[in-house]
């Protein structure tokens, strides 16, 4: 085997490991209470998950987003893959996030809205 | 004109065909990640392949046929664009850092590589917030293992395959 | 080919490191306002330092209550005499002694006049003038005594930290993030906004100033690190009798609503508490004399938002206020 073969082995292996444990540590439960849903990087919706008494639905986009108590999930979307149902609920940090109708659901944080917090 | 030398094409189409065919079979696959914008990419095994084998033209070709012909079964302005971005930058990447044949698998881990930041970057720009990329070090992970992959895969079929696809 | 492809695996490598960079936004409830804590840091900080600074926000939330029938302030009131923590102890010196550089202005001791209106509970009502006045004769931040961490009241006399708290909390919090390891963050306790550091890249955090008069949007953006930034504004909290508006800052000499011209005022500072207590204190002076208090102070600037769509701003701040909402005209003071 080549030297650099052996350095590239090394570098990708660093890389996984690396990025495995970065994985992990983001790894933990929040309590956020906010979800906000975005469309095409506008806000369409602020729930405050705590106040959700019942379950209830929201269509955004082609996709339904489900608020239940604590939590919020996408439960149906018309795009090919549907990895954004299979992500399950969203958490603190971990934003579900459909790429093809450009729907994400983020748990408490508002984004680029061109000012990072409202005084007043 | 330069001439295209019609086994050239034969086999540029070939390529394209059984990528769009790995493409399909992928996407009945479940997500093994369920995060956004991570696929295997599996059929960038062809690209890599129609690269080392026929030149940078027909991998080009094998390239574009597959993303417009997956746009129109699979339908989607996003994910188009998803593909698109992904796939130029991936091939763009591995035509700059195109190593020995031996080495062919490196080549197709730095597309891969490139092909999901690409994908990240897209979808940060599309929904206009920098929140995506939380999920980096999820798709360079995915990157890495697909990559060598279907890297060994392209190279193996290079080093199998290749002495009864040459030209005469 | 080997130099680029020295290049790319660079690349990737400075990608891993990238991929550790994370920003983490956190909301929360908490005296009586939303909360909103973002801070960037690494993976492995970050989680940890807001769990601190919200655990810290909860500890302060309980001790300073003045409703909550556990809190050290709510003995205080009750009893007229406390001995009270060293936290809470030096927080009242410090209120007490803001009370004083603005001339009673700002006044914690103006709480019976607050319950009086309703403002602490869902009655309002409207209280005459004579019954307020007779309020503020129980007392007023003069005649509070403290000494060491005992603090005594006269009869009749009940203080809050309404006007002090959240400011003074945020600092809290903001130390506490620094302690965890984190230098680029900004805290929201229901729009008093504090600033830590500036942003990862090392630019500005950019405030946005809210519109009184629309109140989704902002009227100015301010561009600032590490420091605070509070607002006191009467459509902040008010209510509506007989087609009269009454709000929730009052003009501790009356006991009343302040009736000076202004809508909003922001004081933006390096001290928290002192920015929020000011905030009050400016809005109860009105603009004139708020103008002629802070160049006499000098550690902070500030902004008035008047009932004629004007944006008065603290020369201080030329350079560091955009995006002007062009419902109304801006002018810098002297």
Not at chain 1, 63 to 83: I, K, Q, W
Not at chain 3, 55 to 69: F, G, Q
Not at chain 3, 152 to 180: C, E, H, P, Q, S
Request: net charge negative.
């Amino acid at each position: 085997m080549k030297r650099s073969t052996v350095i590239y082995i090394i570098v990708f292996a660093f890389m996984l490991i690396g990025c495995g444990i970065l994985v992990l540590a983001s790894d933990h439960n929040g309590s956020g209470a906010t979800a906000t849903v975005y469309l095409d990087g506008e806000i369409v919706a602020v729930v405050d998950l705590n106040t959700v008494t019942e379950t209830w639905t929201l269509a955004v986009g082609g996709n339904t987003v489900e608020f239940s108590p604590g939590h919020v999930r996408m439960l149906d979307a018309c795009c090919p893959d549907g990895l954004c149902v299979r992500q399950g609920y969203a958490s603190v940090g971990k934003p579900v996030i459909c790429l093809p109708n450009r729907v994400m659901l983020v748990i408490s944080g508002p984004a680029d809205t061109g000012v990072d917090a409202v005084a007043g | 004109m330069k001439r295209i030398h019609p086994n050239r094409l034969t086999q540029t189409a070939l390529l394209a065909a059984i990528a769009l065919g790995v493409w399909y079979l992928e996407s009945l696959l479940p997500p093994f990640t369920a995060v956004p914008g991570v696929k295997p990419g599996l059929a960038n095994c062809l690209t890599l392949y129609a690269l080392y084998t026929l030149g940078r033209k027909e991998a080009a070709g094998v390239l574009t046929v597959r993303v417009l012909l997956a746009a129109v079964l699979a339908g989607g302005m996003g994910s188009f664009l998803y593909s698109a971005a992904g796939g130029l930058l991936c091939l763009l990447v591995m035509l700059c850092v195109k190593l020995p044949p031996q080495q062919m698998w490196v080549t197709s881990v730095f597309g891969a590589i490139a092909h999901n930041a690409g994908q990240l970057t897209v979808a940060a720009l599309l929904m206009r917030t920098a929140v995506v990329f939380v999920y980096l070090p999820h798709l360079l992970i995915a990157a890495i293992l697909a990559g060598t992959l279907t890297g060994l895969t392209a190279q193996f079929a290079y080093f199998r395959l290749h002495k009864y696809t040459k030209e005469g | 080919m080997k130099r680029l492809s020295v290049l790319f695996l660079t690349l990737c490598i400075l990608l891993t490191g990238c991929a550790g960079s994370y920003c983490e936004t956190r909301a929360a409830f908490a005296m009586d306002t939303d909360i909103l804590v973002t801070a960037y840091g690494s993976r492995f900080t970050v989680g940890g330092a807001i769990d601190r600074a919200l655990a810290v926000l909860n500890e302060a939330d309980t001790r300073l209550s003045a409703v909550d029938t556990g809190s050290e302030l709510y003995r205080l009131n009750e009893t007229g005499a406390a001995e009270l923590s060293d936290a809470t102890a030096a927080l009242l010196a410090r209120a007490l002694t803001l009370a004083d550089a603005t001339g009673g202005a700002f006044d914690p001791t103006v709480y019976p006049c607050v319950q009086a209106w309703g403002f602490t509970s869902t009655d309002k009502r409207v209280p005459d003038a004579d019954e307020l006045l007779t309020l503020r004769a129980y007392g007023s931040y003069s005649d509070v005594t403290l000494d060491g961490n005992t603090a005594v009241l006269r009869a009749g006399m009940a203080l809050d930290f309404g006007g002090i708290a959240k400011g003074y909390t945020a600092d809290v919090m903001a130390n506490a993030l620094r302690d965890a390891g984190v230098t680029s963050a900004v805290i929201s306790l229901g729009g008093n906004v504090r600033a830590v550091g500036s942003k990862p890249d090392g630019s500005p955090w950019r405030i946005g100033l809210r519109n009184p008069y629309s109140l989704d949007a902002s009227f100015a953006v301010v561009q600032v690190m590490d420091c605070s930034v509070v607002t006191s504004g009467s459509y902040q909290r008010y209510f509506e009798r007989d087609g009269v508006t009454y709000h929730h800052i009052l003009d501790p000499s009356t006991g009343a609503p302040a009736r000076t011209g202004l809508v909003s005022v922001t004081v933006i500072g390096s001290d928290g508490a002192l920015a929020d207590a000011y905030a009050t204190a400016l809005f109860v002076m009105g603009l004139d004399d708020a103008l002629k208090f802070q160049k006499t102070q000098g550690d902070f600037e500030a902004v008035f938002v008047t009932e004629n769509r004007e944006i008065v701003a603290t020369s201080g701040l030329a350079g560091v206020l955009s995006d002007i909402s062009s419902d109304y005209t801006l002018r810098y003071a002297g």
